[in-house]
């Protein structure tokens, strides 16, 4: 059982380059999310699912789009990278929305924007 | 702006002492979480309390919730040097699905 698993774990990227990071969950969650963290900030919430085919935004969705075709995946788009994107980026993902939601949280993804 | 802020924001203590983390919010929430963080990892799950209870236990882990005063607080009783690691507070707030983390403690245990 993998849980949340991340792709990439690390990339190197030029400013106004795009990538997209993919999030893969097999405990059939219905919520996932994707946050980035910062050294000084904690963790700021990107943007999120409540279920296959939804996405919203959290507090910091500007410059990232997000996909959520298939229940199981969670794709975060950079269509034009910036310095200000460098950060590690982590998936985590929830059973259900209710207030007892524990997140379970991928390795993380470290990109580094030049 | 973030939920959650911990307090202190870095914590160094001695094997077998009490570690004490402090997490305070700003609006009514659902339920408070504490995650751990080791080095380069990803974050782990320690314990959830809802805004009705004022207190709950796990193992070593003991945490207080004073919805009155917006804050809660993280014991580790008899920490280790494996407990070194940072420690955040994940507020559900009333209004939105989503969980808000704060700025993290980072706890360092010398043997």
């Known amino acids: 059982n993998a849980g949340v698993t991340q792709t990439p774990k690390f990339r190197v990227l030029k400013t106004g380059q795009s990538m997209t990071l993919l999030c893969a969950q097999d405990?059939?969650?219905?919520?996932m999310y994707w946050y980035r963290q910062d050294p000084g900030m904690g963790l700021r919430l990107i943007h999120y699912?409540?279920?296959?085919?939804?996405?919203a935004k959290g507090e910091v969705p500007d410059g990232y789009n997000v996909s959520r075709l298939k229940k199981q995946n969670f794709l975060l788009g950079l269509e034009s990278a910036a310095p200000s994107q460098t950060s590690v980026y982590f998936c985590?993902?929830?059973?259900?929305?209710?207030?007892?939601?524990?997140?379970?949280f991928g390795e993380g993804s470290r990109l580094t924007v030049l | 702006s973030q939920q959650g802020e911990e307090d202190p924001q870095a914590l160094s203590i001695q094997e077998g002492e009490n570690a004490t983390m402090n997490c305070s919010y700003k609006?009514?929430?659902?339920?408070l979480q504490w995650y751990r963080q080791n080095s380069g990892r990803g974050l782990v799950h320690l314990i959830l309390?809802?805004?009705?209870?004022r207190e709950k236990h796990s193992g070593r882990l003991r945490v207080t919730l004073d919805t009155s005063k917006k804050s809660s607080s993280l014991l580790i009783t008899a920490s280790r040097a494996a407990d070194t690691a940072s420690y955040f507070c994940?507020?559900?707030?009333?209004?939105?699905?989503?969980?808000?983390f704060g700025q993290g403690t980072e706890l360092s245990v010398k043997p």
């Open positions: 985590a993902s929830a059973l259900a929305g209710g207030p007892s939601r524990e997140l379970f």
């Open positions: 405990m059939n969650h219905e919520y």
């Open positions: 699912s409540v279920g296959e085919g939804t996405t």
């Open positions: 609006t009514s929430i659902n339920n």
């Open positions: 309390i809802r805004s009705n209870e």
């Open positions: 994940a507020t559900d707030r009333m209004q939105g699905g989503k969980l808000i």
